[in-house]
Every structure is written in structure tokens, then in C-alpha cells.
């Protein structure tokens, strides 16, 4: 394939692209935020809405602090004596581990704090601290390095181990990481999530420099050991439990959470955390540590690592490269369908890969590639445009020197004619009669215009009839009819323009006050085969048309001037032209004459000044 476009341009544009999507994908390998991740979040939730909903492991369940706990409490957050006697019913439920997301600072009554301390220690417990970040523009990348921390009290503190609840949201507020681990000012601290799996497990999962070991494997986790949040469905898809119902001794409600790791949290209207998922507009935060929790058990959390990443980068340099070469190489409109339809294949294989859990950047390929490609185009189409105002301009300078309708089948078919092409044609030779004499008395400005006004005349006969001048000799021409494809009458058209030629220069003439009888077209018309063919060298060439037919109307012109004559035409070009006007057209007076340089003789028709000004023809020309 060869380009419109300069080699050097599109290695340049080549260069460029790949330059740019390179800086992007150095940013997303970086976990650099970027408006990009804006766009990868919407289509992130679309791909995840079109995989849709799936069932949460039954290990984790909730038990919310829901709108009915809250009215029979009477207020919120309920009392710690209140909060120590549900700790109690948890673990009288046989609950094996207890995460807590609620911040138990301050203190309230002395009784009620020593009563939560002793239940919390009934059983294996995390309670939750907070992360005070003064900037939160931070990298994926970056294990978070909160500023302080706000830690719970203590003594409760002494009683159950301690895990961080913030989460990593984007743009819009969504949560898409849970991080595992903090980097504290007191050092690194875990997530309440990890603690609260660990209490679980009875052993504390180990961070490794690539995921978290878990007793099925290692789960991938994305740069900085976040964990990247894989939903389950609209509130309430993790098993939640009320509250309210554990202290009613609700049948079923103890049951729910037996041998299950509890995670204890707000979820009623207006209290708490909320968050908006794809899923949900208000998923409660409970509900978002439980999904990470959750996705740890089943290893279902979405993977996100190093190597995902590398191959969203490369894919973007793929597209990137493919694309701008399509628009390089391609017709425009054949590149856009086949980069549009990569694009679409890309995103497909990101939404059925996002089915078995991996998360590939659907936004990196696009924000790459799309710039560059169009980018491109654009180039390309305005080289184009300059190249065809280029092209007309040397088809209409070309067409100065060659016939239009031969310049135009040369510009559009450069191999035009490369093998001569044998047909029939009608041949007409016309000249001044006259002219030596006129041009040495006019001298050479005024000859000048005067063969100016006179090629004029007979390039517009002759387009009106059809034809094509193929020559100009002085004061002489010669004109083909049916060339470079033969026509259903090109006989009668060159009998009509011949003695339309005759007419009109016959006024030209009159009209520029020049003596009498100087300067009357004289013609000669033959009609027969001809031979279309390029001449001359391999880097100079010209279209002509060759043949015994020209060489015979070019002597049919003697035949008129010793004749006495102004046109003489062959007995062959007018029975054809009789043919093809479906009317009998014959000459005032006929003679068989030899012509010089052929052995046989032939009938010609002979018409002087006055027979051939008064000819009509009978049929319009084509």
C-alpha cells in the first residue's frame, strides 16, 4: 500500500502518536490520576452493569444499625451500653469474628465504656480508626500515608485490635479500592477489612509484593497494595441482618450470623457513610468494607495489577499504531469502519474479561488512540484536498497542450493508451487558405492574435460537435470525431462541423475587414480506421492518431485547391454520415480523383465557398 502522504510525514505522525500514548500509559502504569479515570469509571460501570448482579459469599453478613434499632434506641449513635449488649448477642450467636465500623471515640459513661471494653473482648474483634489525609489527590501507586489518625479510645483499643476504614473513591464518589495497608505516622497499619478477615481466618493473611496470601492463593491486588472492589449488587445483596432483630431474638436473625465473620455498622436512612456504586446510589459504608471483605474470601475482587496495567499500554500502543496506519494507508472511509470496529473489539474482550474478574482499562486505548488517528485523518484529507487542487491545476495545464477529454483520461488513467488502440474515426484536416500572404503583410504581433481568433473558432465548432482538436499547425488543424471512444455518429458530425467551420470563419473573416477571398477555410474529411497511440520518447510523449484515414484527409485538402474547391470529402465519410443521419447527404459534384502517395483512386465530394455556405444539415448533431 502506498500513502498520499509523505513516507517521512507519516513516520513523523507515527512517532508522535506513539509518544503520546506512551506518556499516558507511563501515567497509568504510575496509577497517576489523569481525567481519563473519569472516563474509565463510566465505562467501568457500564461493563460491570452488563455483566450485572452475582450472589455475595454466605461467610460475611451484616448486622445494621437500621431505622428500626434507631427508634427503639431513641437515638444515634445508640448508647455504649446499648452498642456492648448487641456485641453480646453477636457472640452468644456464635458469631467467629466481629468487625465494627464505627468510631468509638470520646467518653461517655465510665460504666457503659468498661461494659463495651469487656464485650469487645469476648470474642476476636476489630474496631475502626480513620485516616486524616490534608491532601487526598494521592497516586493509586502510593501505599496512603494519612497525615493523623483518629483512633478509637484506649481502653477499647486494649480489648480489640485496630483497622483503618478509609476507603479509595473517584471522581464521582464511588469506592474502587479498599487499601490493605496504611503508612501511619506510629508506621504501617492495616485495613479494618484485613483485620477483620484475619480475625476470621484465625491467622493474618500476609501482604506480598504483588498481592495478599490467602488460604486458596495469592489474590492480585492493584499498585500499592489496594484492593480493587469487585460489587455485588444493590444494598442489601450482602446478607444484612438488623440489629434490631438480634435483640428482639428474632427466630432466624441468630442463625444468620453463626460461625460468620459480622461486620457491624449503620445502614439506616440518613446515619452513617453512603456511597454511591453501580449498583446503588446509597450503598451504605458498611456495605462497601463487607464487598472487600468478601471479595477476599472468594476471591472475587477484581484484578487490577502490574500486568493487567502493562496490557492495557500495550494495547493502546497497538490501536494506536494500527490505527494511524489505516488512516496513513487506507481510503479514509475504509480506516474510520476498521478503527472503529477495533475500538469496539476492545471494549467487548474488556467487558467479557471483566466477567472473569479482570479489570482492563477501557479508557486508556480510546484517549491514546483517538486523538492521534483523527488527528491524522484530518492531515491526511487536507493533503489531499492541496493534492487534487495540485492535480487540477496540471490536468487543466495539461489540457492546454493535449485535448481536454485526453488530458482528463491521462490524469485520471496514467497508463492510458499504453498499448495502441485501433478504431474507426472520422478525420478532418481544415486550413487557411491564403495564409502566407496575410501573415507577412499582418507581421508577427498581429498574426499572433489573428491564429488566436481563428484556433478559437475552431475549438468551439469543434466541441460543439463532438470533436477533438488534436493539433495545431499555423494556420492549419487537424480534428477527430470519435476519439478516444467512438460514437454512434461521429460521420455526421464532422459533415456538420466542417461546413459550420466553413461558415463561421467565412464571418470572422468578413468581420475583420480583410480583402476578399483571403483567408476561406479550406477542408479535407475522410472517414475510416485510425490508430490512437502515445508517440515519442519513453519520458516525452503525445497522443496522436495515425493511419492511412489521416494521411488521406490531409491530401483530400490539395484535392479541394486543384479542384477549385473549399471542401473535399470522401465518398466514405459521406455514405457513413448518411447512414448514421438516416437522410441523403451528397455533394453538389463528385470526382474520382488519384491522391498522392496511395495507388488507388478514390470518389470524392467537392463543394466551392458558396455550396458549402449554404449546406443544412437535415439531423441535429449529437
Known amino acids: 500500500m502506498k500513502s498520499s502522504l509523505p513516507y517521512w510525514f507519516v513516520a513523523l505522525a507515527l512517532l508522535v502518536g506513539v509518544a503520546w500514548a506512551g506518556w499516558l500509559g507511563q501515567r497509568h502504569l504510575a496509577g497517576l490520576a489523569s481525567p481519563i479515570d473519569r472516563a474509565e469509571t463510566v465505562l467501568l460501570d457500564m461493563r460491570i452493569l452488563a455483566v450485572g448482579p452475582r450472589p455475595a459469599p454466605p461467610e460475611v453478613v451484616i448486622v445494621g444499625i437500621d431505622d428500626e434499632t434507631i427508634t427503639k434506641a431513641g437515638r444515634y449513635p445508640i448508647g455504649r451500653d446499648r452498642l456492648a449488649e448487641l456485641i453480646g448477642k453477636i457472640r452468644n450467636a456464635g458469631a467467629k469474628a466481629l468487625g465494627i465500623d464505627m468510631l468509638l471515640v470520646g467518653n461517655t459513661d465510665d460504666a457503659a465504656d468498661a461494659g463495651l471494653t469487656s464485650a469487645l473482648g469476648s470474642l476476636p474483634s476489630v474496631i475502626a480508626a480513620a485516616g486524616v489525609f490534608k491532601d487526598d489527590n494521592r497516586p493509586v501507586s502510593a501505599i496512603p500515608a494519612p497525615d493523623s489518625i483518629l483512633p478509637p479510645l484506649p481502653e477499647f483499643a486494649t480489648s480489640a485490635s485496630v483497622g483503618l476504614v478509609n476507603v479509595a473513591a473517584d471522581a464521582g464518589g464511588t469506592p474502587r479500592h479498599i487499601?490493605?495497608?496504611?503508612?501511619?505516622?506510629?508506621?504501617?497499619?492495616?485495613?479494618?477489612?484485613?483485620?477483620?478477615?484475619?480475625?476470621?481466618?484465625?491467622?493474618?493473611?500476609?501482604?506480598?509484593?504483588?498481592?495478599?496470601?490467602?488460604?486458596?492463593?495469592?489474590?492480585?491486588?492493584?499498585?500499592?497494595?489496594?484492593?480493587?472492589?469487585?460489587?455485588?449488587?444493590?444494598?442489601?445483596?450482602?446478607?444484612?441482618?438488623?440489629?434490631?432483630?438480634?435483640?428482639?431474638?428474632?427466630?432466624?436473625?441468630?442463625?444468620?450470623?453463626?460461625?460468620?465473620?459480622?461486620?457491624?455498622?449503620?445502614?439506616?436512612?440518613?446515619?452513617?457513610?453512603?456511597?454511591?456504586?453501580?449498583?446503588?446510589?446509597?450503598?451504605?459504608?458498611?456495605?462497601?468494607?463487607?464487598t472487600g471483605v468478601s471479595n477476599l474470601m472468594d476471591g472475587s475482587a477484581l484484578i487490577r495489577d502490574g500486568l493487567?496495567?502493562?496490557?492495557?499500554?500495550?494495547?493502546?500502543?497497538?490501536?494506536?499504531?494500527?490505527?494511524?496506519?489505516?488512516?496513513?494507508?487506507?481510503?479514509?472511509?475504509?480506516?474510520?469502519?476498521?478503527?472503529?470496529?477495533?475500538?469496539?473489539?476492545?471494549?467487548?474482550?474488556?467487558?467479557?474479561?471483566?466477567?472473569?474478574?479482570?479489570?482492563?482499562?477501557?479508557?486508556?486505548?480510546?484517549?491514546?488512540?483517538?486523538?492521534?488517528?483523527?488527528?491524522?485523518?484530518?492531515?491526511?484529507?487536507?493533503?489531499?484536498?492541496?493534492?487534487?487542487?495540485?492535480?487540477?491545476?496540471?490536468?487543466?495545464?495539461?489540457?492546454?497542450?493535449?485535448?481536454?477529454?485526453?488530458?482528463?483520461?491521462?490524469?485520471?488513467?496514467?497508463?492510458?493508451?499504453?498499448?495502441?488502440?485501433?478504431?474507426?474515426?472520422?478525420?478532418?484536416?481544415?486550413?487557411?487558405?491564403?495564409?502566407?500572404?496575410?501573415?507577412?503583410?499582418?507581421?508577427?504581433?498581429?498574426?499572433?492574435?489573428?491564429?488566436?481568433?481563428?484556433?478559437?473558432?475552431?475549438?468551439?465548432?469543434?466541441?460543439?460537435?463532438?470533436?477533438?482538436?488534436?493539433?495545431?499547425?499555423?494556420?492549419?488543424?487537424?480534428?477527430?470525431?470519435?476519439?478516444?471512444?467512438?460514437?454512434?455518429?461521429?460521420?455526421?458530425?464532422?459533415?456538420?462541423?466542417?461546413?459550420?467551420?466553413?461558415?463561421?470563419?467565412?464571418?470572422?473573416?468578413?468581420?475583420?475587414?480583410?480583402?476578399?477571398?483571403?483567408?476561406?477555410?479550406?477542408?479535407?474529411?475522410?472517414?475510416?480506421?485510425?490508430?490512437?497511440?502515445?508517440?515519442?520518447?519513453?519520458?516525452?510523449?503525445?497522443?496522436?492518431?495515425?493511419?492511412?484515414?489521416?494521411?488521406?484527409?490531409?491530401?483530400?485538402?490539395?484535392?479541394?485547391?486543384?479542384?477549385?474547391?473549399l471542401v473535399a470529402m470522401s465518398s466514405e465519410l459521406m455514405e457513413a454520415a448518411a447512414h448514421e443521419a438516416g437522410a441523403d447527404l451528397h455533394a453538389p459534384r463528385t470526382e474520382t480523383v488519384a491522391i498522392r502517395g496511395r495507388q488507388k483512386e478514390m470518389l470524392v465530394g467537392l463543394w466551392t465557398a458558396l455550396e458549402a455556405e449554404a449546406v443544412k444539415l437535415v439531423v441535429p448533431a449529437n
Not at 440518613?270 to 446510589?281: H, I, K, L, Y
Not at 480583410?514 to 516525452?540: C, D, I, K, N, Y
Request: hydrophobic content about 45%; some cysteine.
Open 179 to 290: 487499601p490493605l495497608l496504611f503508612m501511619t505516622p506510629e508506621g504501617p497499619e492495616p485495613s479494618l477489612s484485613l483485620r477483620a478477615l484475619g480475625l476470621y481466618l484465625g491467622d493474618m493473611p500476609a501482604l506480598t509484593a504483588g498481592g495478599v496470601r490467602l488460604p486458596g492463593g495469592v489474590q492480585p491486588l492493584d499498585l500499592g497494595w489496594h484492593l480493587p472492589l469487585n460489587y455485588y449488587g444493590p444494598m442489601g445483596t450482602v446478607r444484612t441482618v438488623s440489629a434490631q432483630d438480634l435483640f428482639d431474638g428474632t427466630p432466624g436473625a441468630a442463625a444468620a450470623v453463626k460461625d460468620r465473620l459480622v461486620l457491624l455498622g449503620a445502614t439506616a436512612t440518613g446515619v452513617g457513610d453512603r456511597f454511591s456504586t453501580p449498583f446503588d446510589q446509597i450503598l451504605p459504608g458498611v456495605e462497601v468494607l463487607a
Open 308 to 565: 493487567v496495567r502493562k496490557a492495557d499500554v500495550a494495547a493502546a500502543l497497538l490501536i494506536t499504531v494500527a490505527g494511524m496506519a489505516a488512516a496513513a494507508f487506507l481510503p479514509l472511509a475504509v480506516a474510520s469502519v476498521l478503527f472503529v470496529l477495533t475500538l469496539c473489539g476492545w471494549l467487548a474482550a474488556a467487558t467479557l474479561l471483566l466477567g472473569d474478574g479482570y479489570w482492563f482499562s477501557a479508557a486508556l486505548p480510546l484517549a491514546a488512540s483517538v486523538p492521534p488517528v483523527i488527528g491524522l485523518a484530518i492531515l491526511r484529507q487536507v493533503f489531499d484536498r492541496y493534492q487534487m487542487r495540485r492535480l487540477e491545476t496540471a490536468q487543466d495545464a495539461l489540457s492546454r497542450f493535449q485535448a481536454p477529454e485526453l488530458a482528463r483520461r491521462i490524469a485520471e488513467d496514467p497508463s492510458f493508451l499504453r498499448e495502441p488502440s485501433e478504431q474507426d474515426a472520422a478525420v478532418l484536416f481544415v486550413d487557411l487558405a491564403g495564409y502566407t500572404g496575410l501573415s507577412e503583410r499582418m507581421g508577427p504581433a498581429r498574426t499572433r492574435e489573428f491564429l488566436q481568433a481563428f484556433h478559437t473558432i475552431v475549438v468551439n465548432e469543434t466541441e460543439r460537435h463532438h470533436g477533438l482538436a488534436m493539433s495545431f499547425m499555423g494556420d492549419g488543424a487537424m480534428i477527430c470525431f470519435g476519439i478516444p471512444d467512438p460514437g454512434l455518429k461521429d460521420a455526421v458530425n464532422a459533415w456538420q462541423c466542417t461546413f459550420d467551420l466553413v461558415r463561421e470563419v467565412g464571418k470572422w473573416m468578413a468581420g475583420t475587414g480583410l480583402r476578399s477571398g483571403t483567408g476561406a477555410l479550406r477542408a479535407g474529411v475522410h472517414f475510416g480506421p485510425v490508430v490512437l497511440s502515445r508517440l515519442g520518447h519513453e519520458h516525452q510523449q503525445q497522443i496522436t492518431v495515425t493511419g492511412d484515414c489521416v494521411n488521406v484527409a490531409s491530401r483530400l485538402m490539395e484535392v479541394a485547391k486543384e479542384h477549385g474547391s
